[in-house]
């Protein structure tokens, strides 16, 4: 296809080599050429980004990967959002398969919400739309005051099961944590297969976390008396006469399996595999209730740290996750990593949000729980 009468154009931000192979898949299926650009890194670590081609009038698609160097990434992006907006493009879209910072959605003691703080950072660049892939809260569309098409990867890891695990019959779908519970009932659902929910003291959820907005509200100690204070020995209240009731600490049970894994093959299911310590824990716990093959599936492969080595020695058989994040160097360093393409699904939202087409057909038989 000649890309100056296809009316769109596609650019990669990334200023690495390594993370600009899910955008050469991309346009290799959109037929295609990748936009000429130059992403660079200045001596003093400033970001530099110099658009090579007319731009005028044209719809321009962003592809963004996310390597480990995160803030990097993310002023690549910006910074080539605003450029192309400066030099009149039409329309604006970043493609950006993982959406960093997206654990940060919630209010934390006394931090802020950075997905939010990222959006409009987005917005203000001259971003117009969005194409992500399993946000780790789908509430994170709101913070945006422009369209975001959260698409799924579960097909492409539930083809992987049918296709790659023998004997997935007799599989059994774990949730590592009942918050994850959703995510993994909709895969058993899917699969016509078991549930399974560890549950117990060794996991920590996000949820559980505290917020600080239920602090006590500060005790002054004052020399002098000035008719405000309580008189010594009483607990002081927010206001006189009232008494709130206290909330009970919470306490988990000894952990427990929630269902039978014993001669199954245990598959968990995540949408991120970060730091693997809480995936390695689980797997031992199902090594010990029977299960005899462990199968880790999650959508962003971070793999951050010395997660290669903890795979690598742990009870998991395997580690399967997309390319919306690269990983090649991990797979290198462990042999039980695997790679699932959604450069197709990727390249089909462009292709039908280009020509104006209803993008229902990428979400069929998706429900909101999904």
Do not use: W
Request: aromatic share 6%; with cysteine.
């Amino acid at each position: 296809m000649n890309i100056a009468k296809s009316g769109y154009r596609v650019f990669s931000a990334n200023s690495s080599v390594a993370c600009t192979e899910l955008a050469k898949k991309i346009t290799e299926r959109l037929g295609v050429e990748l936009g000429k650009s130059v992403v660079f890194q200045e001596s003093n670590r400033e970001t530099r980004v110099d658009v090579k081609e007319s731009v005028r009038g044209q719809t321009i698609f962003i592809i963004q990967t996310i390597p480990r160097d995160v803030n990097t990434a993310i002023m690549e992006l910006l910074i080539m959002a605003y450029a192309l907006k400066t030099s009149c493009a039409k329309n604006i879209i970043g493609v950006i398969p993982y959406f960093p910072y997206s654990k940060q959605c919630k209010m934390r003691k006394r931090g802020s919400i950075v997905s939010k703080l990222l959006a409009s950072m987005l917005a203000k660049a001259g971003l117009t739309h969005i194409i992500t892939m399993d946000l780790h809260q789908k509430e994170i569309q709101g913070f945006f005051s422009f369209p975001v098409d959260n698409l799924r990867a579960s097909p492409f890891l539930i083809q992987y099961i049918q296709e790659e695990i023998p004997d997935y019959r007799n599989a059994i779908i774990v949730a590592k944590s009942p918050s994850a519970a959703k995510r993994a009932q909709s895969y058993a659902e899917r699969l016509r297969l078991g549930l399974a929910v560890i549950h117990g003291e060794a996991q920590c959820s996000e949820s559980d976390m505290a917020d600080g907005r239920h602090s006590p509200p500060c005790v002054r100690n004052t020399t002098g008396h000035t008719g405000l204070e309580l008189p010594p020995g009483k607990q002081q209240a927010p206001f006189p006469g009232i008494e709130l009731p206290i909330m009970m600490a919470k306490e988990k049970p000894p952990i427990t399996v929630v269902g039978d894994v014993g001669g199954r093959i245990a598959i968990i299911v995540d949408d991120i595999i970060d730091d693997v310590g809480d995936f390695v824990a689980a797997a031992e716990i199902l090594k010990e209730r029977g299960a005899y093959k462990i199968y880790i599936m999650a959508t962003h492969g971070l793999l951050s740290a010395d997660a290669p080595r903890l795979i690598g020695d742990s009870a998991i058989d395997e580690v399967v996750v997309t390319n919306t994040v690269p990983h090649e160097v991990q797979k290198l360093q462990c042999s039980k990593i695997k790679t699932v393409d959604v450069s197709m699904i990727l390249a089909e939202a462009i292709r039908r949000i280009h020509n104006g087409e209803s993008m229902a057909y990428l979400f069929r038989n998706i429900t909101v729980d999904d």
